[in-house]
């Protein structure tokens, strides 16, 4: 698995071919989230839940405007080169769209970028990361566009293939002799299932085997 990482000096593989299918997995905002929990709400009575709760409901419109526009920027910039596009939110990304996709985007923060690059097992598949809301999300794991460097210039040269990439490496959890289908790629968590239970695991008993790749 890959990140693409943009520098100040370029490099093109001789043998690498442009992208045909690109799979965009974008984060859910807040405000998705939101209407989707209460479908039957109006906008104004939305507004006036979530001001009650103390949310700045224009910084949140805010916001969702913002990821809205990176994406259709995102997805317009590969369609203009002829790249096939598919948009999937992370909860409805199913394993046929990675196996489907020559490059997979990660839009949206760093959290969105480590649940995506769980979901791919292919060691060859390039995974990008992309930040959709740089004013407020540092996204460390993801490439930020700038005033100089807008989401068109990034994908202009990753369909060109004029990027470097940065090998990560990832841990397999495999639990009783069975492979857990998502790898992780900074840490595994094991805790109760229950979290307002009090953890009673101790390390030396836990049924886990890590490998790193």
């Known amino acids: 698995m890959y990140r693409a990482v943009l520098r100040a000096t370029y490099s093109t593989a001789a043998d690498a071919s442009a992208p045909r299918r690109a799979l965009v997995v974008h984060k859910t905002s807040r405000l998705d989230y939101e209407r989707k ?23 949140l419109l805010a916001r969702h405007a913002a990821h809205a526009e990176s994406l259709r920027e995102i997805s317009q910039s590969l369609r203009y080169y002829g790249v096939e596009v598919r948009e999937r939110c992370w909860e409805k990304c199913k394993g046929e769209d990675i196996q489907w996709s020559d490059i997979v985007f990660a839009a949206g923060g760093d959290g969105n970028f480590l649940r995506t690059a769980g979901a791919v097992s292919n060691h060859d598949r390039l995974v990008v990361g992309l930040n959709t809301d740089p004013k407020h999300s540092e996204g460390y794991l993801c490439m930020k566009p700038s005033p100089t460097h807008s989401l068109a210039d990034i994908i202009d040269r990753i369909v060109k293939r004029k990027f ?11 639990k009783g002799g069975r492979q857990l289908p998502v790898l992780a790629l900074n840490e595994v968590f094991v805790g109760e299932k229950d979290p307002s239970h009090h953890p009673s695991i101790h390390p030396s008993s836990l049924p886990f085997l890590l490998f790193p790749l």
């Open 37 to 59: 929990n209460y479908p039957d709400l109006t906008v104004e009575q939305m507004k006036e839940k979530l001001t009650a709760q103390g949310t700045a409901y224009k910084r």
């Open 164 to 174: 470097q990439v940065t090998r990560r490496q990832r841990i397999r959890v495999s």
